[in-house]
């Protein structure tokens, strides 16, 4: 789990569209599919798919559980384009 963690906290280029995003940072713990692994599901019938933007703003910005925060790795527009990308994925 350190290994995965640790892969998470390079900061994606400034223009890196959601998708981009989400396979460098958050595939490693919640799969490239959505799928879930280390970390749960985001696909559609998660309870993450279940939850408005704030939730997963607010958890992406301050980490949850074992989940860190990225508040220090990615900029605003950069967590709204990862956020757009799982919902364009729950769809």
């Not at 396979?23 to 749960?40: K, V």
């Not at 939730?55 to 757009?84: K, Y």
Request: net charge negative; proline share 4%.
């Amino acid at each position: 789990m350190a290994f995965a963690l640790a892969t998470c906290g390079d900061r994606p280029p400034a223009d890196a569209s959601g998708a981009e995003i989400f396979e460098q940072i958050c595939a490693n713990c919640h799969a490239s599919d959505l799928s879930g692994g280390i970390g749960p599901a985001l696909n559609a019938g998660s309870n993450a798919a279940s939850q408005d933007d704030a939730f997963l703003e607010f958890t992406i910005t301050r980490g949850r559980g074992r989940m860190p925060s990225f508040q220090n790795t990615l900029s605003q527009e950069q967590i709204e384009r990862v956020i757009g990308f799982i919902r364009d994925q729950q769809r």
